[in-house]
C-alpha cells in the first residue's frame, strides 16, 4: 500500500492558481499512475487528472483541461498539480491518489492520500 501525503490547498481569489504536491512513500513511486480528484460538500468525488507512470501520457476531466496540470517528479516521490484560473466551483477536497494500470482507468485507484482543501473565494 502506498502512502499518500498532500501538502499545498489554501484559499485563493478567483483567478488567482495554487500548486497542490502529493508525496509518496513508496519506492517505487515511478511504476504507479498517479491521480488526483477532489470532493466538495454534498457532492460525489470526481476526478480531476492522472498521469501515466512516466508521465508521458495524461488525462483530464472536461472541467478542468485548459487550467489544470498534473505533472510528476519520480526522482522525488511526487506528484503536482498545478491549478490556474480558480473558480469558486473548483472549491472542494482534493486528494492524491496511486494506481497499479493506466489501463483501469481514471477509476482504478486503491490507495488514496487524506486530501487537502482548496477555497475560491468569489
Known amino acids: 500500500q502506498v502512502q499518500l501525503v498532500e501538502s499545498g490547498g489554501g484559499l485563493v481569489q478567483t483567478g488567482g492558481s495554487l500548486r497542490l504536491s502529493c508525496v509518496a512513500s513508496e519506492r517505487t513511486f515511478s511504476n504507479y499512475v498517479m491521480g488526483w480528484f477532489r470532493q466538495a460538500p454534498g457532492k460525489e468525488r470526481e476526478f480531476v487528472a492522472r498521469?501515466?507512470?512516466?508521465?508521458?501520457?495524461?488525462n483530464y476531466a472536461d472541467s478542468t483541461e485548459g487550467r489544470f496540470t498534473i505533472s510528476r517528479d519520480n526522482a522525488k516521490n511526487t506528484a503536482y498539480l498545478q491549478m490556474n484560473s480558480l473558480k469558486p466551483e473548483d472549491t472542494a477536497a482534493y486528494y492524491c491518489a496511486a494506481a497499479t494500470s493506466w489501463r483501469a482507468g481514471p477509476y482504478g485507484f486503491n490507495d488514496w492520500g487524506q486530501g487537502t482543501q482548496v477555497t475560491v473565494s468569489s
Open positions: 498521469i501515466s507512470s512516466g508521465g508521458a501520457a495524461t
